[in-house]
């Protein structure tokens, strides 16, 4: 199985600054079809999972445009430019190239 | 608006069965895979199981296999996770997801809870 670790675990952020988060791939992500499907997803206290990138670094709709992803070889990141109270929860990458679909062990975001 | 609810969650006691249902509604094409994700108290999240929905080809993961069965209902738009030998650890919120696109769980549930206790 593809193994995905996600760090930091844990982040405290002030409003209006910037965050990030890496999750690494044991292995490639490049699925047969050209596409890298690597997804990020926000849990609110209390809500379902949430989907907010699809495929690296495009945004879902009604996902703010301070959410961006990207990736350097298998290190793939989730920015938040500026951090609003309402991005209070955990972030999960997943990747869904390879069955089983794996996720990261979440990342904690609070306010300082 | 599309839509996943899931039901059929409760307490039930070690080596116990539970059958889980999962509704979708409001979507206009059904390609791609149906997915069961769990979350125990207070952990991140595990996927469980994965049908997908033309060619029902399924998949699970080894801490299920053997005692976990996904099925769908291409009729009524239904998938379903038969669960049987349960164990306390188990225990777990567990959501339905669906790829809208492949590899993406883009739509999910509110959850269903499941709880294995003596």
């Known amino acids: 199985d593809v193994v995905m670790t996600q760090s930091p675990l844990s982040l405290a952020v002030t409003l209006g600054q910037p965050a990030s988060i890496s999750c690494r791939s044991s292995?490639?992500?490049?699925?047969?079809?050209?596409?890298?499907?690597l997804n990020w997803f926000q849990q609110r206290p209390g809500q379902s999972p949430r989907r907010l990138i699809y495929k690296v670094s495009d945004r879902d709709s009604g996902v703010p445009d301070r959410f961006s992803g990207s990736v350097s070889g298998t290190v793939f990141t989730l920015k938040i430019s500026r951090v609003e109270a309402e991005d209070v929860g955990v972030y999960y990458c997943m990747q869904g190239t390879h069955w089983p679909y794996t996720f990261g062990q979440g990342t904690k975001l609070e306010i300082k | 608006e599309v839509q996943l609810v899931e039901s059929g969650g409760g307490l039930v006691q070690p080596g116990g069965s539970l059958r889980l249902s999962c509704a979708m509604s409001g979507f206009k094409s059904h390609d791609h895979a149906m997915h069961w994700i769990r979350q125990a108290p207070g952990k991140g999240l595990e996927w469980v199981s994965g049908i997908f929905w033309n060619s029902g080809v399924t998949g699970y993961a080894d801490a299920v296999k053997g005692r976990f069965t996904v099925s769908r209902d291409n009729v009524n738009n239904f998938v379903f996770l038969q669960m049987n030998s349960l164990r306390v650890e188990d225990t777990a919120l567990y959501y339905c997801?669906?790829?809208?696109?492949?590899?993406?769980?883009?739509?999910w549930g509110q959850g269903t809870t499941v709880t294995v206790s003596s």
């Open positions: 997801g669906k790829d809208v696109a492949p590899g993406g769980l883009g739509v």
């Open positions: 292995q490639s992500l490049v699925y047969a079809d050209g596409n890298t499907y």
